[in-house]
């Protein structure tokens, strides 16, 4: 390949990756304005709805022990207070039954799918928002929060998720 095909090839990627920034901008910026603000967005069935902090502290609020394992420290077991994630679903008036999955996304851009049978699991799935009856910091102050999606079954915490500002039903 010349220089000059390897340059126009560069060029087209460039437009590309432009385009794409500018036709997602609204959605970043709707994400970093829920994440600023405590909020959560939640799609499905095509209605999406946003609940603030105060709303989701009204539905359900219930302290559980969970076990953080990561690949720099050895498991321990913390304290976390948070919402069973099926209440905030159902808050959000987005039906369940035929659905196969929920999205979660970080604003950091991590993404986790959660089977609808794990999310139905009693005292499997949380939207936490406390650690040791502390509010979780933000990314910003070196926290994991103000949510973070906590699954009691996960056994090495790979399918948690920090920094939760949006989740989709599939």
């Known amino acids: ?33 829920a994440h600023e603000n405590a909020e959560i ?3 499905g069935d095509g209605l999406e709805a946003k609940l603030t902090f105060e709303e989701i502290g009204q539905l359900g609020e219930e302290e559980f022990n969970a076990v953080l394992d990561t690949s720099d420290s050895d498991p321990k077991e913390h304290k976390y207070t948070g919402i069973p994630l099926v209440n905030i679903i159902e ?32 005292d499997n799935v949380y939207l936490a928002y406390k650690l040791n009856g502390k509010l979780l910091r933000s990314k910003e102050e070196g926290g994991s929060g103000p949510y973070q999606i906590i699954i009691r079954e996960d056994e090495f915490s790979q399918r948690w998720c920090k920094f939760v500002v949006e989740m989709e039903l599939k």
């Open 91 to 122: 808050e959000a008036g987005i039906t369940i039954e035929d659905k196969k999955q929920v999205i979660i996304r970080g604003i950091d851009g991590y993404t986790v799918a959660i089977s609808i049978q794990d999310v139905m699991d009693e």
């Open 41 to 43: 967005i939640i799609k």
């Open 1 to 33: 390949m010349s220089n000059k095909t390897i340059g126009i090839i560069i060029f087209i990627l460039i437009i590309i990756m432009g385009v794409f920034a500018f036709m997602n901008r609204d959605i970043a910026k709707d994400n970093r304005e």
